[in-house]
Structure formats: C-alpha cells, structure tokens
C-alpha cells in the first residue's frame, strides 16, 4: 500500500514544492469573484493531511484535532490581460510566521 515516490502538493499558503509527501488527503475551497470584465477578487483556502502510507491517513482521521491538519489560505486579485492573467496573491499557513507574497504573469509550462 502506499507510494513510496515523493510528490510536490500545490497548496493555498506555501510555495510550490514546500510541501512533499508521498501520500496527502486535501480538501480545497476556491472563490473567485468577477469585479469587472477581466478583473477578479480570489480567495482560497485549503485543509490537509498527510502520511507515510496511503492507509495512515484515513485510520488517523478520527484521532486529529483540527490543529493538526495542514491549513493554508490565500487572497488577491486576478485579471485576464493580453499577456495572459496576472495574479497578486497573498498567503498564509498554520505551519510557520511567513506571509508569502505570489506574483505572476502569463501562464505557466
């Protein structure tokens, strides 16, 4: 049971690749909200949990309290420009003191 591959999670309050495990359960609220054409207020905010192996995950769930799941958020704006969106977007977690700030133009690949 269980990968033994380590896998980058993309969460809401981390950089990319902070978070790596081999086995995660994650549940993700998204909320985007057109302000104009083109321009948008975003929220997003996500809960996780993760494991050595895929069957510790769910044997554990009844045993957590809720600060020890993996909570991030983030909040900004988006907009759709010719270049492709851009995004400003700030984030936060329940791991450390670190306010993130993501900026991004066009799309990724």
Not at 13 to 33: D, H, M, P, R
Not at 88 to 102: A, W
Request: neutral net charge; hydrophobic residues 40%.
């Amino acid at each position: 049971m269980g990968d033994s591959r380590l896998q980058f999670k993309n969460l809401a309050g981390f950089n990319l690749g902070e978070i790596y495990t081999s086995n995660v359960a994650c549940v993700k609220w998204a909320l985007n909200i057109e302000l104009t054409t083109g321009l948008y207020l975003s929220g997003t905010l996500n809960m996780a949990t993760t494991a050595n192996r895929y069957n510790y995950i769910f044997n554990d769930l009844p045993n957590k309290n809720i600060d020890d799941y993996i909570w991030g958020y983030n909040f900004g704006v988006k907009y759709n420009s010719l270049l492709g969106p851009i995004q400003l977007l700030i984030s936060d977690n329940n791991r450390d003191s670190k306010t993130r700030v993501h900026f991004s133009i066009g799309f990724p690949f």
